[in-house]
């Protein structure tokens, strides 16, 4: 039990679309603009709360598979250690454009913020290494793909890699993000899901899937104590009947009607799935706010002016 | 003062020899093999000092350096975001290789560790923004030089980009690193010298340019309050006339002998240089020891059985 002077702890999850709008190629410059949308409303929260910080990696880690693949020169790079690359390139996009907002506040002197790299330990017996079913990098013909040293499926608009996508067991990073969140640190972490890896024996060993991050969020979130837990994308929250003409954005909705609407298969797999499954698991736990919400609308969401809040 | 129970702090600065040895592609499985020699040394200095560690990253930006002039699918980054990738990866394999020395000797629990993104201000008006010096990147013939966008120099085996490689002025993160190591975490930063940016108003801004990691791990050193900075890279230590058949190497040598030496000529500007230099920097501060030596002989080094060590 929390005292009443101390802060909540709130964990925003940025969806890509802070980093990559739709139609744009994602040019740097895109990306650090981009970014303030919610950078400027975290750095106003964070005079209220306690703030971590995880992200996605999707487009930024696609571009270094497809940048990888293109060049024989120098030897290839196992896709853990490409997640790595977006979790400092990333974190240090974050980083600054945190710091700058703060400082334009005036408060960055109050402030410490830090990036971490963050390992997650996921299980190797995990059903998801026998089916891998998470798209990424480039999309290639059918006769290419064909020729490629790893599984492919069919998407829309091509064949893509499909990689493992198992389940978050713990992160590695747990206690000093409990340390760092004590001394009122902002902290930016968990990049991309996660780094994977597996136990062995006393080392661990990094493997070729990528970790949902909504659900190492979520994980992040149950291990580290959160209060609130924020998902923010390009939608404006959990849509019952999405793209149908009587669509309908859910307000507040109850654990009990927001499994039963997920097992009636309202949600995208792909998508708006995890989100819901992250909420749900953040909720089950002890977690007191579940909000999913758009970019533009994380101060409102949180105000109960926007998105969707999963209770109890 | 330090009270006598007080653990001093230690910063090792790896060199690039650690990672990838003369002769080897550079592997990512070579790279983790080459990185136990350093680091269950430093897991071993963990139980009697405070630790940083700092990286270099050369080969590894000249790879996506390399990786993305190949791929004209994506949107090239700029070098400081290429310098954060590389913190990310490097980073990661330090911390995840320490973390299984540091099980392996039982001693994990106890231990904190994180690998902070640093990025590190240098001076716009900088003259080393005048004259790009520090070659970065791929090879090239001097025909395909002379269409390049950016500045070429010829070296031994072609030519290749110059880049600026202005001094460090200040390490952005210093206070948090400071309150980190007063909670005795192991903190690993400042990879490849820091991702370097300038002051714009309020705002930083990525800069086109590489800090030298040596340099930066003394201004790092100054700012943290470091007791002890060890350089390790592929030689024993400072040596006068190297290459000669008479070449020795110092053992111990005072701060005004090593820069005599250094004005002589006995270092070479590029490698033995900046270590010197950066040695010189801290012994001239606060320092109480610098140490030059190899990677296999860290523990021997500060036991005084092997390397340079300069006093003043």
Known sequence: MKTKTEKEILLVALGGNALIRKGQVGTIEEQFQNLKMSIRQIARLSEEYKIIITHGNGPQVGNLLLQQESCNAVPKLPLEILVAQTQGQI????????????????VISQKSLVNLITYVVVDENDPAFQNPSKPVGPFYTEAKAATLPYPTRKTEKGYRRVVASPQPVTIIEKHEIVKLIEMDFIVICCGGGGIPVIKKGRTFTGVNAVIDKDLASAKLAEEVGVDILLIASD??????RYGEPDQELLRIVTLDEITRYLAEGHFSPGSMGPKIEAAIQFIQGNGKRALITSIETIEESIAGKAGTEIVK
Chains 1, 2 share one sequence.
């Open 235 to 240: 939608v404006d929250g959990a849509i019952l």
């Open 91 to 106: 974190g240090y996009m974050i980083e600054s454009t945190l710091d700058s907002e703060l400082r334009k506040m005036g």
